[in-house]
């Protein structure tokens, strides 16, 4: 009898469904899904973690399901808010949102419900292993109902961010390895009157910017098919106040500020390419210290990055739209003319070492109102400096040292700023002659061992002929 050979074939059955939700969740035994419609909303999305956040305040009974994390006790959103976190003796506190299940809240007058849910096996990312996660919030009545509810709650979280907001920005750094923007810190915006610079720098800038950013600019550069960019070039001294103008700017005009690093060993033209198309809305684009990235061959340093490259990320070819970059450096004379043509470096702003006028308004800057005294240390100041350039960083540094002073007393301390510019003076000095001297050395014992090396072939040779004259 015959034996017949029977194959069997297993079809992999991939899961799918109509609702984003489990059918036979504990949803029936809280609300009837046929008298609801849903809207989901992914961990992924810019949203998320604004809506959990207001279903975990408002809740009608307290959330039976909540996850606990150690975070800073106080977000940095206000002048206060820096002293609270500044102060506090235990600054990380544990920090309660929302749990995964189904929980009811209130939006106004209406109760609406939402599943917090984990969907599926944990799946690789660039970020390490991630397991689906979502919120599925319910609204009775139809879809267009729904949908008006939850933009009306989402607009509600939105407007009160931005509230929240207004008084900080965010700053953004690349991540090289994994190729996205990552949040690095929020700083509290200052004002563009306290950066203390001469009238005509800050002036320029602003007056610049408005125009830019102006409706009817935007219809221009869209008429003529010019991508929408602007580009600045910050030069001279350091300690200038390129950095505080920067910040300043961001607080001005609600920017981001992205820091990109094109030094970085792993940059490549395709990352910075990358990173300039994936640069958040709204962001001014900073790449400092840019006359140090190439020679006058056009040859980097330790990336991969070419000059060619880094023309083509700053031409605007894809960035998103009202994109604003700030090149800064403190030698322009070193900068390729490709790099700051007319075109792709819109406006040069040179910081130059503090004037009299500056001296005399940051003076003002820690003590309001004194004018007389003002000028009397802006006239001691440049007397005592002669021809000596002094940075505002400098004379930050003096106001902080002085702060318990009053402000006749800072005059009388003036000549702690020259004293302080000398000392730095000779401590640069003593470590260049230091490290010329290590130089030195390192070449005299190299030169040491070159000639011992040399003896010592020479005297293995003279042993080996030696040798050999005897065995003859």
């Avoid at 059955?13 to 939700?21: A, D, K, L, Q, T």
């Avoid at 909540?66 to 977000?75: F, K, M």
């Avoid at 010329?436 to 050395?441: E, L, M, V, W």
Wanted: hydrophobic letters at 40%; charged letters at 25%.
């Amino acid at each position: 009898m015959s034996q017949s050979n029977t194959t069997t074939i297993t079809r992999t059955v991939i899961p799918h469904s109509r609702y984003p939700f489990e059918k036979d969740s504990d949803l029936y035994d809280n609300l009837n899904l046929q008298d609801h419609s849903h809207v989901e909303i992914a961990e992924s999305s810019k949203v998320y973690g604004l809506l959990a956040d207001y279903v975990l305040k408002h809740c009608i009974s307290p959330a039976n399901s909540i996850a606990i994390d150690v975070g800073e006790g106080t977000h940095i959103t206000t002048k206060a808010s820096v002293i609270a976190a500044a102060t506090q003796v235990e600054p990380k506190t544990a920090v309660s949102s929302l749990g995964i299940g189904i929980f009811k809240f209130q939006h106004g007058d209406r109760t609406l419900h939402c599943l917090h849910q984990r969907i599926g096996a944990p799946v690789g990312t660039d970020c390490g292993p991630k397991i689906f996660t979502s919120l599925v919030i319910f609204v009775e009545g139809d879809g267009a109902n729904c949908r008006n509810v939850v933009e009306d709650l989402t607009n509600h979280l939105l407007a009160f961010e931005g509230a929240a907001q207004r008084e900080t920005f965010t700053v953004f750094r690349w991540h090289m390895k994994y190729q996205y923007w990552f949040t690095d810190v929020k700083v509290l915006s200052r004002s563009i009157d306290s950066v203390v610079l001469k009238d005509e720098i800050k002036t320029a800038v602003v007056d610049d910017m408005n125009e830019f950013l102006d409706e009817s600019t935007l219809e221009f550069y869209l008429d003529h098919g010019i991508p929408y960019k602007r580009s600045y070039l910050f030069y001279g001294a350091p300690g200038s106040g390129k950095t505080s103008l920067i910040q300043a700017l961001a607080g001005k005009y609600q920017r981001n500020v992205c820091y990109l690093q094109p030094s970085h060993p792993d940059m490549t033209d395709d990352a910075l390419k990358e990173a300039v198309k994936r640069c958040p809305r709204r962001s001014i684009i900073v790449l400092e210290d840019i006359d140090a990235l190439f020679d006058d061959k056009r040859e980097g340093g330790k990336s991969d990055l070419t000059f060619s490259g880094l023309l083509n990320a700053l031409d605007g070819v894809g960035p998103p739209l009202a994109q604003i970059f700030i090149l800064t450096t403190n030698h322009r004379d070193r900068l390729d003319p490709a790099l700051i043509r007319n075109g792709r470096v819109d406006l040069h702003i040179h910081f130059t070492p503090a004037t009299t006028q500056q001296m005399a308004s940051i003076f003002l800057a820690f003590y309001p109102g004194e004018k007389a005294l003002a000028t009397e240390f802006s006239t001691r100041l440049q007397r005592l400096l002669g021809d000596k350039p002094v940075s505002m960083a400098a004379m930050q540094h003096f106001f902080i040292g002085n702060r318990k002073l009053t402000a006749a007393e800072a005059v009388g301390n003036v000549e702690q700023i020259p004293e302080n510019l000398k000392e730095q003076k000779d401590v640069k000095e003593k470590a260049e002659t230091l490290s010329d001297a290590k130089g030195i050395g390192v070449k005299t014992v190299a030169m040491r061992n070159y000639a011992l090396g040399i003896v010592s072939l020479l005297a293995i040779g003279i042993i080996s002929r030696q040798r050999a004259s005897k065995g003859n």
